[in-house]
C-alpha cells in the first residue's frame, strides 16, 4: 500500500482555493480533537507517526505496549514519543472490567478464560479500548494481518444498525490538470472474497457512504464484463441481481448496472452502451463483483494510471478502525491515522 511517495507532496495538492482530502480531514480534527489507539506500540513506524501527530496537536496518539519496551523501541530508532500516553496491559486498572464486559458481547461463544487470553494481546485490547470509550478510532496492522485486525472488530465493536458486514474501498487520487484533485473510489478490494448479491448492496453503500465523506457526490456503477444484457452467465446474473435490489432501497445516489468499466467511465461508449443511464460515462465510485477484480483494478490504476491508493478504508462499523498493510512506511501510518479518525 504505496500511499503518498516522493514524487507527489500530497499536502499540497492543492490550489486556486480547492482543499485538497487531506487538508479536510486535518481541519475536521482540528474542530473535533480525537484520541487513537495503535495496538503496535513498540513498532518504530508507528512511534514515528505517533511522534508528529502528537506535535501536531489534533489527534491524541495512545500506544498499547510495556513501557520499558515501548520506550527501549523508541530510544533504539530515535523517535520522540514524549508526552505520549502509554498504555500497558499488564497493569491497566480497568483490565477486569475489560474482561467482563468481553465476556457479556461474547456471551456463549467465548467464556472468561478465553476472553481473558485474547485480552493479553494488543489487537483484543485495543478494540475493547475503543469499544468502551477510551478512544475514538483504532489504527492497526503494521505487524498484525488483516484478519488479526479485523476479527476482533466484527466480534467487539460489530456492524452499525442495518449492516450485516463490513466493506472497504480504496480512493483512487492523482493530481488534476486544474489543479485540484481527480478521485474515485472502488470497493470492495480487501474484505469481501466473493460477496453474495445481498452483499454487493452493502459494499455500494458503504462506499459511496465513504465517498462522500471525503467530499464526492457517489455516482455508483455496478461493474461486470457486460453491459445492459450484453453478456451471460452467473457473474453477470449476481451484478444485475444486486442493481436492481440496490435501486429498490431507494438510495440518496445514482447507481446503475451491470455495466462495463468503459461503459461507467467512458461518455462515448457510455452513449452506445447505455444511451439512457443516469450514471454510464460519469460514475466515479466502482463496484466490482469480487476481489479478484477489485484487488486488480486498484493497483492497474496505481501503476498504469498515477493514482495513489488510499486504503483500505473500511465502513460498516460503530467505531473507526483501519488496518495498515504490513509493509508501510511512517508517513503511510501518519496519514491513515488522520484519515481515519477523522470518519467517526
Known sequence: MKLFPDRINFINMCSKGRICMLE???????????????????DARIQSAASRL????????????NPDQVKAAAAKSGADISGIEIVDIATFPEFE??????????????????CRANLQKSNYFGTMYVKMGYADALLGGATYSTADTVRPALQLVKCKPGHKIVTSCFLLVRPAKDGGEEMYAIGDCAINIDPTDDELVEIAQGTAETARTFGMEPRVAMLSYSSKGSGKGDSVDKVRSATEKLLATNPDFPADGELQFDCAF???????????????????????????????????????????????????????????????????????????????
Not at 54 to 65: E, F, N
Not at 310 to 315: D, E, F, T, V, W
Open 97 to 114: 472490567k475489560m474482561v467482563s464486559t468481553m465476556v457479556e458481547l461474547r456471551h456463549g461463544k467465548m467464556d472468561e478464560a478465553t
Open 266 to 344: 467512458v461518455p462515448e461508449v457510455a452513449a452506445l452502451k447505455a444511451p439512457d443511464s443516469a450514471v454510464a460515462g460519469k460514475a466515479n465510485v466502482f463496484i466490482v463483483p469480487d476481489i479478484n477484480a477489485g484487488n486488480i483494478a486498484y493497483k492497474m490504476a496505481q501503476r498504469f494510471g498515477g493514482f495513489e491508493a488510499i486504503g483500505p478504508i473500511m465502513a460498516g462499523l460503530n467505531a473507526p478502525i483501519n488496518d495498515l498493510s504490513r509493509g508501510c512506511n511512517a508517513e503511510e501510518v501518519y496519514k491513515m491515522a488522520i484519515i481515519t479518525a477523522a470518519l467517526k
Open 24 to 42: 479536510k480531514m486535518i481541519d475536521i480534527l482540528k474542530k473535533n480533537p480525537r484520541r487513537i489507539v495503535f495496538p503496535e506500540g513498540t
Open 54 to 65: 502528537k506535535k501536531d496537536g489534533y489527534l491524541t496518539p495512545v500506544l498499547i505496549g
